[in-house]
Nanobody, 128 residues
Framework: QVQLVESGGGLVQAGGSLRLTCAASGRTDSVYVMGWFRQAPGKEREFVAAISRGSRNTYYADSVKGRFTISRDNVKNTVYLQMNSLQPEDTAIYYC?????????????????????WGQGTQVTVSS
């Protein structure tokens, strides 16, 4: 089992920045891909970003490309999401997710059903 705990959410004005942190514990040696998803009220959960085990490959949703950066520290078992130039449409609950399959393709990383473990989420609210 892997436990994930997100932190770093909050209220920020449009154009501002936030850094989300996801701390993993438990069987972290079994984790390959780490991802961030978000869900706004009345909307489906959507892919934000993902990162491979060795940080060699990162993937982003078109809506956040160039503004958000995902990174991970395998020594600290932590994944980060640096969010810059935030806009009101970025308002959502942000979830960290872990995938323990070594065969996940970049396309599969964008599918929330691929992930095995989830955090409880952290609220991000961007005011205009």
């Amino acid at each position: 089992q892997v436990q994930l705990v997100e932190s770093g959410g909050g209220l920020v004005q449009a154009g501002g920045s936030l850094r989300l942190t996801c701390a993993a514990s438990g069987r972290t040696d079994s984790v390959y891909v780490m991802g961030w998803f978000r869900q706004a009220p009345g909307k489906e959960r959507e892919f934000v970003a993902a990162i491979s085990r060795g940080s060699r490959n990162t993937y982003y949703a078109d809506s956040v490309k160039g503004r958000f950066t995902i990174s991970r520290d395998n020594v600290k078992n932590t994944v980060y999401l640096q969010m810059n130039s935030l806009q009101p449409e970025d308002t959502a609950i942000y979830y960290c997710a872990a995938d323990n399959s070594p065969y996940t393709t970049p396309q599969m990383m964008r599918d929330h059903t691929q992930y095995d473990y989830w955090g409880q989420g952290t609220q991000v609210t961007v005011s205009s």
